[in-house]
């Protein structure tokens, strides 16, 4: 991957975690607690792909992505150690709200999980931007 797709796809990823982190909040102020607890954790998997980019890493399944993130990036204390298992985490509490029948999550919940997605997103975009991979806002 050259430079510019790097970075270009770092921006890309990145587009998508502020969106999906947006939309998550949007969730919770309508009560949409299922929901939110979805977008909540694509805002974190989109920051973690932005973040695996940094280093030309790139993952072919979610699992993949928690993986390199978490021995890359929280186990090297490059990013928060809870990072990983945060992340991990929130992909589980994501697949029980989307595919498990009859979960239905509470506002203490989703709130807790969103908190988690806010946290790995706001270490993320420190890493980002320490790094020089994101453009100057405005």
Sequence with gaps: ?????????????????????????????????????????????HAACAVLLTDGLEARSHEGVISLFGQHFALTGKLPRNAGRDLHDL????????????????????????????GICEAAAAYLAAGGWLAPAG
């Design 1 to 45: 991957m050259s430079p510019e797709n790097r970075r270009a796809n770092i921006a890309e990823e990145w587009r998508k975690s502020v969106e999906a982190r947006r939309a998550a909040e949007a969730l919770l102020t309508l009560g949409l607690w299922n929901d939110a607890l979805n977008r909540g954790y694509y805002a974190a998997y």
């Design 91 to 118: 992909k589980e509490v994501r697949e029980h709200a989307d595919y498990r029948r009859g979960f239905e999550a509470t506002e203490v919940e989703a709130r807790r999980e969103i908190a988690r997605a806010g």
